[in-house]
């Protein structure tokens, strides 16, 4: 299973992007998801996280800001960033914990990482 996150860009102090992360296993059936950051030269910090029940958990950074979101149908996850700052700065990475059965019809349980994407908050 392979997570692509998409939407990350070049954004003005007080604006907006919509980042998304997709499956690439139809089949791989999402329990819970989760957005972290890197910044350079800092550790890898946990942003939002979305539980298979709907449950959300934010950093204190992005509270009031951020929004995580799922679509159960479509097998994706989405980060909604509004009011940024340019200590959002970081390349963003999702993360998601699911199952997925075989060909031979066996179950697969894992936790899988998006390759990244940069967001970049300058004026």
């Known amino acids: 299973v392979q997570l692509q996150a998409s939407g990350g860009g070049l954004v003005q102090p007080g604006g907006s992007l919509t980042l998304a992360c997709t499956a690439s296993?139809?089949?791989?059936?999402?329990?819970?998801m989760g957005w972290y950051r890197q910044a350079p030269g800092r550790q890898r910090e946990l942003v939002a996280e979305i539980t298979s029940g709907g449950m959300t958990n934010y950093a204190d950074s992005v509270k009031g800001r951020f929004t995580i979101s799922r679509d159960n149908a479509k097998n994706a996850g989405y980060l909604q960033m509004n009011n940024l700052k340019p200590g959002d700065t970081a390349v963003y990475y999702c993360?998601?914990?699911?199952?997925?059965?075989?060909?031979?019809?066996?179950?697969?349980?894992?936790?899988?990482w998006g390759q990244g994407t940069q967001v970049t908050v300058s004026s």
């Open positions: 296993r139809s089949t791989f059936r999402i329990n819970g």
């Open positions: 993360n998601a914990d699911g199952i997925y059965y075989t060909d031979e019809d066996v179950p697969v349980v894992g936790r899988y």
